[in-house]
């Protein structure tokens, strides 16, 4: 605007010098509009002329599977510079065009894989169909159909970066609106990149309101996979061990562990709640002779925790076992788990990892064969000898932890360790006691970049000691009868845990928050998608 | 921020004037909201904790020899210890901004050179509740103010009593 006032003398010449440059500026506003519907709505003069491309492009009617076509998809990730010269057909998304003039640059992406194609006005395509191409919204399903061939530069921005599609034919099987709530671009920016020359990065919170446009980023494509491998895994190395899978309910008719942090939801006449955590019945399951258990489902817990490593409804892995005669034995057996959880994806999943990496920049995962075992007494020491005041029994509180896990990597250089002997005073009431030392429990943690992930321990499974712990804690008998009651027939002593599989992979991976390895997470604010 | 911030501020003028033998100044000061910038004596105008001990310790041995030796020392010393009281006494913790100065400036074994120095005195005070409330994280952000806080804290004399701040030699988190 104008910076100070420019007296002229003569106010009215004044007022139509500025009157007449705003009827100048509108003038040219309404050309430009005028030109711009033109070349929308009208028919300008290339599509009166023939259309040499005719019947090689458009929308296609929906699928309701009208007819059965035997044809030959390729995927984008098989296409290299073998296919030179060969004609090809693929279904993808269109992830971005930029028309100039006679030309129409195109990215196609499925899944993690990108291609460039490319559009000449020319013999096979006329302008009538560049125009097209050009117009197809962003996201849309189309087929194309053309010849690869090799470019002499690579073309850093794909993932197949050395050839390039030369389309012939493109039709949309799904079009999408052209309004998108997010840019999968945007989506996939590492921060580093994000606010210079104003490239923009899209928040937590529209990533999960559009998680379905969200869930499409090569890193998220990554990170899913990386998770479903931590339960393949899982399972893996627990059948080979013996272990049966089973399944247990999640309506229950009390609070489990604890109490306040359960939902309450209504069950015909009268209440249920939803299971926090499956304990009694892998124990249930132990006393009924399947020996060795593990469940993967999912757990409840009402926390009003509006933290990074917080949901409140998650994936529990959780596993019991029984043993000859020390509980080191199941300890052993969840630490070798871990350790085959790890092996496996460091040796099969590189390049989903590399590709999480690349928006999220992480260390690479450190572990230890056989996992380093530590007791909680040395625990102590060590936070005690940097300066830390904590009681023989107090429990760790989570900056602790995290300092620990920091100690820990420094000093013997893994990120995953297991913590012995956690003191009793911290232990639900049905954790078995240390045999030699009252003060402490057969119980365990272990941790992963020093955060906890499980959490286990021997149980207690004779019903008259575990009565007698659970007055000591106060506890009203009546609301555990039926726990107390499967061990009155012969239970063998057994010990187990239980890990978060989003957390799980959220620390392997390095990243910052659990929503993240949650496909629809729930938190106290979460309820959609 | 915290409280008793003046409570402190005051306890650290005492502990310079007993660091050079001198507490009994302290009962002809006006306490009132004093800290290590404008302390005076009561009745007097003159300001800070540098005019005060010029003026009533101008004959103290331990006070000229850590005014500097050199030319160059004794002009770092006067910069050093301005920087202070126009800086770093100012808040009860001080910022990342003026703690990242401070660390750049530490090429030396301490402020003014290879020898304590009264400026190495008054910063020790100054820090000293800064770094009370430090995690290992962010003193591993200033490794060469930690490692002048770690050596000068030895100083039992200084230290007046004070539990020592704790430090970790071993970088655990990598800090770029």
């Known amino acids: 605007m104008v910076a100070g006032k420019v007296d002229t003398g003569v106010k009215d ?113 006329s302008k009538q169909m560049l125009k097209f191409v050009a117009n197809i919204s962003k996201e849309s399903i189309v087929d ?36 998108l709530p997010l840019l999968i671009d945007d989506a996939s920016r590492p921060d580093s990149e994000t606010g210079e020359d104003g490239l923009s990065k899209v928040n937590q919170e529209t990533k999960l309101d559009n998680r379905f446009l969200d869930l499409r980023t090569p890193t998220n494509q990554a990170i899913y996979r990386v998770e479903a491998a931590v339960c393949r895994f899982f399972r893996e190395a627990l059948d080979k061990q013996g272990f049966v899978e089973i399944h247990t ?71 019991e076992m029984s043993f000859d005669s020390h509980y080191h034995e199941v300890m052993d057996t969840i630490g070798n788990m871990f350790t085959e959880i790890f092996k496996g994806l460091k040796n099969n999943y590189t390049k989903e990892i590399e590709q999480v990496r690349k928006q999220f920049p992480s260390e690479e995962f450190a572990f230890l064969e056989p996992p380093l075992k530590l007791q909680f007494p040395q625990a102590v020491k060590m936070l005690r000898d940097v300066g830390i005041e904590m009681g023989d029994e107090d429990d760790l509180s989570t900056p602790n932890e995290k300092l620990l896990g920091r100690l820990v990597k420094a000093k013997y250089g893994t990120d995953f360790y297991m913590l012995d002997k956690y003191p009793l005073a911290v232990r639900p009431f049905y954790t078995m006691p240390d045999p030699k030392d009252p003060k402490y429990s057969n119980s365990y943690d272990m941790f992963m970049r020093g955060e906890e992930i499980l959490s286990g321990a021997q149980r207690i499974h004779d019903s008259a000691f575990l009565t007698e712990r659970a007055k000591h804690h106060g506890i009203d008998l009546e609301t555990i009868k039926s726990y107390i009651d499967a061990f009155k027939y012969g239970c063998p002593p057994h010990a187990g845990g239980g890990i978060g599989m989003e957390r799980v992979t959220m620390l392997y991976l390095g990243l910052d928050n659990i929503r993240k390895t949650s496909m629809f997470p729930r938190d106290p604010k979460r309820l959609t998608p | 921020m915290p409280e008793p911030c003046d409570k402190n501020q005051v306890e650290e003028i005492k502990s310079v004037l007993a660091y050079f033998g001198s507490d009994g100044v302290a009962s002809r000061l006006d306490l009132n909201g004093a800290n290590l910038t404008n302390v005076k004596l009561k009745g007097s105008t003159g300001e800070g904790i540098y005019l005060l001990l010029k003026s009533q310790l101008s004959d103290s041995p331990k006070l000229q020899s850590l005014l500097g030796k050199t030319a160059i020392e004794r002009a770092l010393v006067r910069q050093w210890v301005d920087f202070n009281l126009l800086e770093a006494s100012k808040n009860t913790f001080q910022p990342d901004s003026v703690l990242k100065e401070l660390d750049s400036s530490l090429t030396n074994t301490f402020f003014a050179g290879n020898s304590l120095t009264l400026s190495d005195v008054l910063f020790y005070y100054t820090l000293y509740r800064t770094y009370e409330n430090l995690t290992f994280e962010q003193k591993e952000k200033y490794p060469n103010l930690s490692r002048w806080l770690a050596l000068v804290q030895e100083d039992a004399q200084l230290r007046q009593g004070r539990p020592r701040i704790h430090f970790i030699r071993t970088p655990l988190y990598n800090l770029k």
Not at chain 1, 151 to 170: A, R, Y
Not at chain 1, 250 to 262: F, L, R
Not at chain 1, 276 to 286: C, F, G, N, R, T
């Open chain 1, 249 to 319: 309910p999640k309506i229950i008719p009390a609070a489990s562990e604890g109490g306040a942090n359960v939902f309450k939801v209504s069950y015909f006449k009268t209440s249920a709640y939803l299971a926090q955590s499956p304990q009694l019945y892998k124990q249930m399951a132990i006393a009924s002779d399947f020996e060795k258990v593990y469940t993967v489902g999912a757990v409840f817990r009402a926390e009003d925790s509006n933290t990074h490593r917080h949901l409140t409804e998650f994936v529990g892995l959780d596993l």
């Open chain 1, 144 to 179: 194309v159909i053309g010849k690869i061939q090799n470019v002499p530069n690579p073309i850093e921005s794909c993932t197949q970066s050395d050839v390039e599609l030369v389309c012939e034919e493109v039709w949309i099987v799904s079009e999408a609106e052209p309004r």
């Open chain 1, 13 to 125: 010449d004044a007022r139509s010098k500025n009157a007449l440059k705003k009827e100048a500026k509108d003038a040219a506003k309404l050309a430009k509009k005028q030109a711009a519907q033109e070349a929308q709505g009208k028919p300008d003069e290339a599509d009166s002329a023939e259309d040499h491309s005719k019947g090689k492009y458009g929308k296609l009617e929906m699928n309701a599977s009208q007819n059965k076509v035997q044809r030959e998809l390729k995927r984008v990730s098989d296409i290299d510079t073998s296919f030179a010269n060969k004609s090809v057909l693929i279904r993808a998304r269109l992830h971005t065009s930029r028309a100039k003039g006679k030309q129409c640059f195109v990215v196609f992406r499925q899944g993690r894989s990108t291609i460039q194609g490319i559009l000449t006005v020319g013999d096979i395509v």
